[in-house]
């Protein structure tokens, strides 16, 4: 069943000060399906994470549609809901992860992961439970739940964001280059979390510099050069 | 959340026109200011909605427009003209600004909390601490001082400000001591609307952390509407859910606060990101 159909997509920005105008990615087709991981590839400045922001809408497409199957909306397309309905599906059904960490100051790690839950209206002692379970899970050892992330490795700060990210269990989620900076054995570790990841409620889509290491996780592969996938 | 909800808050075309204008005035702006006859639009037509349990960020450069709007709905400024709905007042069918007095005692008091830049305008700095918590409390119908003590008590607690100071007056407290008993003063009431204004802005960086976790606190405690001016864009990408750009009076852009940063439309919203150190 389908999550998530990108049609046409394209995305140019304009910078006033020099009056330049740059084409950043277009003519972007694909199907997600549930369950379905799809991994796009390609280098630098060719138009990867443009593509997964207007997604999360933090890029605000210039052409084209994206419709997602929401939970509470339906069909619904990202490129004109309002703001109220973006926010609720990152609160609820979107997971957008990167390899930077936002994270408040003086929050720990594990009410940063218990944050994302108390936004979406759990209550406090439910949040705890689930953030405990989720740093478990992507195997964040137990001495560091309670310190402040700024001094966390690459390797550390990116389980906390995938924990972050997916104890509000989201339907949708969006990887944005979440190995790059990593050292093969913690690539490593982000491909078996990854795969275990894959179940028939998540649809994926993740960036990667070097796909070797995503082999046998996903089930497409968009290669983008100059903006658009190549055959 | 339900998307179907009614905005805490509502402004609709406000105005705030500083001297006495002319037959055409603001039709030649330089800037927000009157070519023909030297009035200052200070807020030009701005029009915005603060939905329940969401923080609305306003930034934009000094003179923009930002503390106008904010202390014109503390009442503090009379506006030119524009409307302003709470849904907390009159189930949001009556202008705040043609209210009566006592109806604006009773919206400051119980429906809005504001936190100023400078703590002097919210804080009586000679009162202790405890008596400012109070006055609040009592303008709102409290009358036992027991129940008020332990109410300003908690109130202090939650604010990291040591109970044992409450007998002292602010004006013993350092800048971010202040800042967060303006916070625990606003909160008395269990307020639908906070309004911050530039409340980091002049502490150091720690004091900035604590005030700042606060802030997050309080949206994720209490479910307050909160709208928050600040210059800092850093304090805005961390708690504004949507924000507001604000350029001569008037709206420049607005939109997803993770959006504007990344993404920004209007020249001046790309020049403030890109000074971004």
Known sequence: ????????????????????????????????????????????????????????????????????????????????????????????????????LNVMPRTTAKAHVMNALLLSAADMKTAEADAKEMLSYFRLPENLWNLYPATFSGGERLRLNLAHAMVKKPRLLLLDEPTAALDNKTKRLVRDILQKLKGPDTGMIGIFHDIAFMEGVCDQVFNISNGAFAS | ??????????????????????????????????????????????????????????????????????????????????????????????????????????????????????????????????????????????????????????????VEIMTSRMGEAPRNFSGGMQQRVQISKALANNPALLLLDEVTTGLDLSVQARVLDLIRKIKAEYGISILLVSHDLAVVRMLADRTIVMLDGKIAESGLTDQILEDPQHAYTQQLVHSLI
Request: net charge positive; aromatic share 8%.
């Open chain 1, 1 to 100: 069943m389908e999550i998530l159909r990108v049609s046409d997509l394209g995305k140019d920005f304009y910078l006033h000060e020099p009056g330049l105008e740059i084409k950043s990615c277009h003519n972007i087709n694909l199907t997600l399906r549930r369950g379905e991981f799809i991994g796009i590839v390609g280098l630098s400045g060719a138009g990867k994470s443009t593509i997964l922001k207007c997604i999360n809408r933090s890029c605000l497409p210039t052409r084209g549609e994206i419709w997602y199957d929401s939970a509470l909306f339906g069909k619904i397309n990202l490129v004109s809901a309002s703001e109220r309905e973006i926010l609720y599906l990152r609160r609820h059904e979107i997971g957008y992860v990167s390899q930077f």
């Open chain 2, 1 to 158: 959340m339900c998307l179907n909800e009614t905005p805490v808050l509502q402004v609709r075309n406000f105005t705030l026109r500083y001297g006495s204008g002319c037959p055409a005035c603001g039709e030649r702006l330089e800037k927000n200011r009157c070519a023909l006859c030297g009035s200052v639009w200070a807020a030009n037509d701005l029009s915005l909605d603060v939905y329940p349990g969401e923080v609305l960020g306003i930034v934009g450069e000094s003179g923009s427009g930002k503390t106008t709007l904010m202390r014109s709905l503390y009442f503090d400024f009379t506006p030119t003209f524009g409307l302003a709905l709470l849904r907390d007042y009159q189930e949001g069918r009556k202008n705040i600004w043609e209210a009566s007095a006592a109806d604006r005692r009773m919206i400051k008091n119980r429906i809005m909390g504001m936190v100023y830049q400078n703590p002097i305008l919210g804080l009586r700095m000679n009162h202790s601490t405890a008596s400012n918590i109070a006055e609040k409390l009592i303008a709102a119908g409290s009358r036992n001082a027991g129940q008020m003590t332990e109410r300003a008590r908690g109130l202090l607690e939650s």
